[in-house]
């Protein structure tokens, strides 16, 4: 079994209040990662100078990069991992805390496992004070068995074409995966991307044990929605109802999903060894949000639209590539 290198890519921005706390955890290891990139975009509050006194005492080889002016989220995160000299790329927030074997059980996978390109895991979510909320992320993203399943059996990307599982602070990847990734497109979190990359390229594996601690809190760039799966039907439905009558919200919508599919299909071209399968769900994704544009765009009759939605969902593109199935393709028929 080969032993794998392990780096760390951490992206700041006005971090300074969670940041000591965030980068202690990650040289506690009790699997010590080789190199760590801290690219911080520009910040204004300390962190910075609290960086360069930091990476002076670290016991592991730090690099800093400070973005003068600013790059943003995406192309912050893309130089970070970039510059990471390892095998493995472990990417992070500025606000969470890594648990100490998150090195040793991720790594472990990958080395165990030749064709797993990326493993993502559960995370133990706190709030802004660091106190625990008592559920976790999987938990709140309601993953599903069938998803575990499709995951297990080296299906992911069947499940990505339909919502994100990935989050990127509880998440790892070799970096060779970066070939086909980079440039990442502005359209999708970093998180998607390379999750819909690496599962092209290869298999992805899902750990339920958490790795790290995830903050929520009012400053997240990212984040997830607490409570969600606690909704009864009637906010459900209320929530539905409000969708409907968000003017011009299924339009746009449906264009970013469009664009999305149509820069995920062209990156997937540039690249000769997919398998069949693959292309083949991403151009049927592309030619159905293509076929929901049109249904906005050019309104047809309320029977040929009732028609057009019902064709698509019979032929399962609604449950192949819309996280709410039945919403999306009521909100179709009424074109709202």
């Not at 472990?108 to 709030?127: K, N, S, Y």
Request: hydrophobic share 40%; charged share 20%.
């Amino acid at each position: 079994m080969t032993s794998l290198t392990c780096g760390a890519a951490v992206i700041t921005f006005n971090g300074m209040k969670h940041l000591p706390q965030q980068l202690d955890s990650i040289v506690a290891q009790t699997r010590a990662v080789q190199h760590i990139v801290v690219s911080d975009d520009n910040s204004t509050d300390g962190t910075w100078e609290y960086l360069e006194h930091w990476a002076k005492q670290s016991p592991v080889r730090v690099t800093l990069v400070r973005n003068q002016p600013q790059l943003g989220l995406i192309a912050n995160f893309e130089q970070a991992v970039s510059m990471v000299e390892a095998d493995v790329v472990f990417s992070s927030d500025q606000d969470d805390v890594w648990l100490p074997n998150k090195v040793e059980l991720i790594a472990a996978v990958f080395e165990r496992h030749p064709d797993v390109q990326l493993v993502h895991t559960d995370a133990d979510l706190i709030d802004g004070t660091g106190r625990e909320l008592g559920t976790t992320l999987l938990t709140e993203l309601m993953v599903s068995d069938r998803e575990r399943v499709a995951v297990r059996e080296g299906k992911a990307y069947e499940v990505y074409f339909r919502r994100n599982l990935v989050t990127g602070a509880a998440a790892a990847f070799r970096k060779t995966i970066l070939e086909l990734a980079c440039p990442i497109p502005k359209v999708l979190y970093h998180d998607a991307w390379l999750a819909f990359m690496a599962s092209a390229v290869g298999k992805v594996h899902l750990l339920d044990a958490p790795t790290i601690r995830y903050r929520l809190h009012g400053s997240n760039t990212v984040g997830v929605e607490i409570g969600k799966r606690k909704q009864n039907m009637i906010n459900k439905a209320r929530s539905f109802y409000w969708a409907l009558n968000g003017k011009n919200e299924l339009a746009k919508n449906i264009d970013h999903a469009l664009t999305r599919r149509m820069v995920l299909y062209e990156r997937l071209s540039s690249h000769s060894e997919l398998s069949s399968h693959y292309m083949a769900m991403a151009s049927e994704a592309l030619q159905f949000a293509r076929q929901r544009q049109a249904l906005v765009t050019k309104p047809h009759n309320p029977v040929g639209r009732t028609i057009a939605v019902l064709r698509n969902a019979a032929r399962g593109h609604y449950r192949k590539y819309s996280a709410a199935p039945w919403s999306e393709s009521l909100r179709d028929i009424l074109n709202r």
